[in-house]
């Protein structure tokens, strides 16, 4: 089937629900016949909600954690961090060039560019050389200007309240 025309679209902001968005654009557009792959570039591991059902949806939903497991420390990103990231960006591109799938979901590329793991030029060279039957979805807080402007959907998640702040942990099957 496929896609005749991809757009990109990014979900940012300080909200919740921004890979879960992204994840409800999956769902449908699986139902629609078509091929999802979601590149994780700073979650690893596989013990998440997300993996465990993308293994029911697969072929049609494929999602590659590529980062470590856990979080980046106070310290900031490693240099093993920046080369998974490095690594993500390459199976993006790969992905891309070998039009492997009709939505290309980058899940917390914007984290990584405002870390530092990747450059924002690396990302609108993907946002570029998109091919144009590809949908390109961007998550993560903190999206660069520049990324918004060549978006053709933005969504900024905003909190307006949250449990976390009243000692609410995060729950299995909720936010993880």
């Not at 013990?47 to 059902?53: D, I, M, N, Q, Y």
């Not at 591109?93 to 039009?99: E, G, I, S, V, Y």
């Amino acid at each position: 089937m496929g896609l005749k025309k991809g757009l990109v679209q990014v979900y940012t902001g300080d909200g919740k629900g921004k890979t879960t968005a992204a994840l409800g654009l999956a769902l449908r557009a699986i139902g629609r016949g078509l091929k999802v792959v979601m590149i994780q570039f700073l979650k690893g591991g596989n013990r998440t909600g997300e993996l465990v059902a993308a293994r029911r949806l697969w072929p049609e939903l494929e999602i590659k954690p590529m980062g470590k497991e856990g979080f980046i420390g106070p310290d900031g990103p490693s240099t093993q961090d920046q080369e998974l990231a490095g690594a993500a960006l390459v199976e993006a591109k790969m992905l891309l060039a070998n039009r492997a799938c009709d939505v290309l979901i980058l899940d917390e590329i914007n984290v990584a560019v405002s870390l530092g793991l990747l450059s924002e030029d690396a990302v609108l060279d993907i946002i570029k050389d998109k091919p144009e039957n590809v949908e390109l979805i961007l998550t993560g807080r903190g999206a660069c200007s520049s990324i918004l402007e060549r978006a053709d959907l933005v969504t900024t998640m905003v909190c307006t309240r949250h449990y976390f702040d009243k000692g609410q942990p995060a729950r299995i099957g909720i936010e993880h």
